[in-house]
């Protein structure tokens, strides 16, 4: 029992210096520090949540900060997975995908990306309210897996990896920029036809 119970402290605290943390357990450390959220559906349940998280993990989530994280699209689809005899219950296969960017100095975008996350549930013909608790239950839990997903993807980031991001953002901006500004000249330099004089009978 006690090398039962040394290994399980062991293995918890090999787990723990890899940045490993059970659900619910602590706060997750992020290096960015400071950060806007904001979504197309601003009082939602995953943006509201993942607030909730950030700042509990320390991030000063504010309209002024240097960075902001848009949940650009938040789709969720459902299929049949299999089928039961006299399709009295069947198991459905439900997916939420969120497309996300995130901003820079001057609104530029810095990167995109998408999380996608799936869950399986059972419905009943025999009892629709309880498959429909259960469904409702499923996408609890997925929105917040999508939400810890989320917060792992902001933990890879550093604000030196943001700094460069924002350097390479700038820097297409001012080419962009540059080649409008050689396009606009190109065409002020051109001489404009002159209509064809048609001559006289």
Request: proline share 2%; charged share 25%.
């Amino acid at each position: 029992m006690i090398k039962r119970n040394l290994l399980v402290i062991g293995l918890a605290v090999v787990l723990s210096a890899c940045g490993f943390q059970l659900r619910g357990t602590g706060t997750t450390e992020l290096s960015v520090k400071e950060m806007d959220v904001s979504a197309r559906n601003a009082y939602g349940e995953t943006v509201t949540q993942l607030r909730e998280v950030l700042q509990r993990s320390g991030v000063n989530v504010h309209a002024g900060a240097p960075y902001r994280l848009v949940l650009t699209n938040e789709k969720e689809s459902q299929r049949a997975a299999t089928y039961s005899g006299g399709n009295r219950s069947a198991e459905y296969e439900l997916t939420t995908e969120l497309d996300y960017s995130i901003l820079g100095l001057n609104n530029l975008e810095l990167l995109s990306d998408k999380l996608e996350v799936r869950k399986i549930y059972i419905h009943d013909g025999s009892n629709i309210t309880g498959s429909d608790q259960e469904a409702e239950q499923a996408r609890t839990e997925m929105r917040r897996d999508l939400v810890q997903a989320m917060v792992v993807r902001l933990q890879m980031l550093t604000p030196t990896q943001l700094d460069q991001l924002q350097q390479e953002a700038d820097e297409r901006a001012k080419a962009e920029a540059a080649a409008l500004e050689a396009a606009r000249r190109q065409q002020a330099e051109t001489p404009q036809q002159s209509p064809l004089e048609v001559p006289g009978n």
